[in-house]
């Protein structure tokens, strides 16, 4: 993969900052010539996926978010980590309206929506504990 560009951001796992990732990267993106609707796909996914990392991976405590973005030709590259406490079976927990906080009336569908907008989604262990979402969108423009 020939990498065209990339930049990588580094947040606090702050509620707060989840517009501001989403943004980020969706303006690194704009270079690419993405219409409304795929700068809106890639902006849903990157907040679930930082979303997931705030209130699952460090269950609201204080952590870092390091969110990878690359362009290779028509392919957006994208990873969100953080190094939380993880997911026992990560298979269950991609099953749609699975969630591990019930009580919080969370809908269990953030891997599903990222799923959904973006073109693969891989949920990985992160080698420093916690996890890796990586997900890809084709800009068609």
Request: aromatic letters at 4%.
């Amino acid at each position: 993969m020939k990498v065209e560009n990339e930049m990588t951001l580094i947040i606090p796992a702050l509620s707060k900052n989840e517009s501001f990732a989403r943004s980020t990267v969706a303006a690194f993106a704009v270079e690419m010539d993405p219409s409304l609707e795929e700068i809106n796909d890639i902006k849903t996914a990157v907040c679930e996926a930082v979303t997931n990392s705030i209130v699952h991976g460090y269950q609201k405590q204080e952590g870092l978010i390091t969110i990878r973005s690359k362009i290779s030709g028509k392919v957006l590259h994208i990873t969100v980590e953080d190094s939380g406490i993880g997911i026992e079976d990560i298979e269950k927990a991609r099953q749609p309206y699975f969630t591990t906080k019930p009580e919080e009336e969370r809908a269990g569908m953030g891997f599903t929506v990222m799923e959904t907008f973006m073109d693969t989604l891989e949920v990985l262990p992160n080698e420093k504990g916690g996890l890796k979402v990586i997900m890809t969108k084709t800009i068609k423009g």
